[in-house]
C-alpha cells in the first residue's frame, strides 16, 4: 500500500495524497456550493462507460456556465494520471468544476470567478454495501422535504445542494432505515443521495423521467432491461403506485443495481430481493467487464 492508494487527487496539474488536497474558503464552490461534478467508476482496472461520464460533465459544466481551460482529453488524462498513481484497480473518481474565488476586489460577480478543474479518487464506493445489497436494503421516503424543484436547481447538472438528501438522511436513520427518496411537491417519487429509482410492474420497469439525474447506471439499467425482454417506461412515477409495485430497486455507479425490500412499513417482493432485481443486479456486474464499455487504464 503506497500513501496514493488510500486516495489521490489532481490539483492543478499535480498528484498528492488526498489528505493533502482541499480548496480555498472564498472559493464559491465552498461558499456557495456552486460546483459541479461527476463520479465514473473504475472497475478491473478500467473506467465504465468513460464516454457517458465525459458526456454527462462536460454538459453539466456547460450548464453552469463554467470554464474550466481543459478539454475531454485532457480531463481523462487527468483521471487516468492520477488513477494510475494511486494503484487503485476498483475506484470512486470524482471530477469537478467549481466556480472559484472571485478574483476582483469587492465583486459579486459570477463572471468574475476563476473557475477550476480538479479530480480525486478513492477505493470502490457502494453505496449500500454489498451484503446488505444481496439482502434487499430499506428506503424512507423523507417527510420534512421534498426534492428542490428542477426549476430551481437542475437535477441534471450534477451537484453539491444536498440539503433536502441530508434531511431525510437524518430521518431515514433515525427510523432505522439505509437510505431515504425523495417526493417531488406533485407527489411523484424523485430519487435518493447517491441513486435513482427503478419499480417493477410485471415485465414494465418505471423510472422518473424528469425532476432526476441521468444516471449512468439508470441508462445501463434501461439497456439491459429493453434486452432482457422488459419494458420500460420513463415519466413521472406517483407515491401511491409506487407502493404497488412487485420489485423495486436503486441504481448508482456505486454498486450497480441494489434491491429494495422495505419502503417505510411497506415491504417489497415478500422481504427478498425479487427474481429481476437480482438478474439485473448480476448482468450489471457482467457488463462492468465488457471490452466494449471499458477504457483501461495505464498504469505505471
Ligand atoms: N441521482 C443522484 C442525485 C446522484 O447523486 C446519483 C449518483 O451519484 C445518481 C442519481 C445515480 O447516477 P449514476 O448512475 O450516474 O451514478
Known amino acids: ?12 496539474g499535480r498528484i498528492i495524497p488526498i489528505s493533502e488536497a482541499s480548496i480555498g474558503v472564498t472559493d464559491w464552490g465552498l461558499t456557495h456550493s456552486d460546483i459541479t461534478y461527476d463520479v465514473v467508476p473504475v472497475w478491473g482496472g478500467a473506467f465504465f462507460r468513460l ?24 480531463v481523462h488524462a487527468a483521471l ?43 477505493p470502490y464506493v457502494h453505496i449500500v454495501k454489498p451484503e ?6 430499506s428506503v424512507w421516503i423523507a417527510k420534512s422535504v421534498r426534492r428542490i424543484p428542477k426549476d430551481s436547481v437542475d437535477p441534471r447538472a450534477k451537484n453539491y445542494h444536498w ?8 430521518e431515514a436513520k433515525q427510523e432505522g432505515f439505509e437510505t ?10 424523485t430519487e435518493g443521495p447517491g441513486f435513482n ?13 424528469q425532476g432526476v439525474l441521468q444516471g449512468i447506471t439508470r441508462k445501463t439499467v434501461i439497456e439491459i432491461a429493453r434486452s432482457k425482454g422488459l419494458t420500460v417506461e420513463e415519466r413521472p412515477l406517483p407515491f401511491d403506485e409506487f407502493l404497488q409495485a412487485d420489485e423495486v430497486f436503486l441504481s448508482s455507479s456505486g454498486g ?40 483501461p487504464i495505464q498504469y505505471g
Request: aromatic content about 10%.
Open 197 to 209: 429509482i427503478f419499480a417493477l410492474f410485471g415485465d414494465r420497469l418505471v423510472t422518473a423521467d
Open 180 to 189: 431515504t427518496a425523495l417526493l417531488d411537491h406533485q407527489g411523484n417519487v
Open 256 to 295: 450497480g443495481v441494489i434491491p429494495v425490500v422495505r419502503v417505510d412499513a411497506h415491504s417489497f417482493s415478500n422481504g427478498a430481493p425479487g427474481p429481476v432485481a437480482r438478474s439485473l443486479r448480476s448482468t450489471y456486474f457482467e457488463w462492468l467487464e465488457e471490452p466494449r464499455f471499458r477504457s
Open 163 to 170: 440539503g433536502d438528501f441530508t434531511s431525510g438522511l437524518f
Open 51 to 74: 464516454p457517458d461520464y465525459l458526456d454527462r460533465f462536460f454538459a453539466s459544466v456547460a450548464a453552469v456556465r463554467m470554464n474550466i481551460l481543459m478539454d475531454r482529453q485532457e
Open 132 to 137: 446488505q445489497a444481496e439482502k434487499g436494503t
Open 80 to 122: 487516468e494520471e492520477m488513477v494510475a498513481a494511486s494503484g487503485l484497480q476498483a475506484a470512486y473518481v470524482a471530477m469537478v468544476a467549481a466556480r472559484g474565488p472571485n478574483t476582483v476586489p469587492g465583486s459579486r460577480d459570477p463572471r468574475d470567478c476563476s473557475n477550476h478543474f480538479y479530480a480525486w479518487c478513492v
Open 1 to 12: 500500500m503506497t500513501e496514493l492508494s488510500h486516495g489521490a487527487a489532481w490539483m492543478g
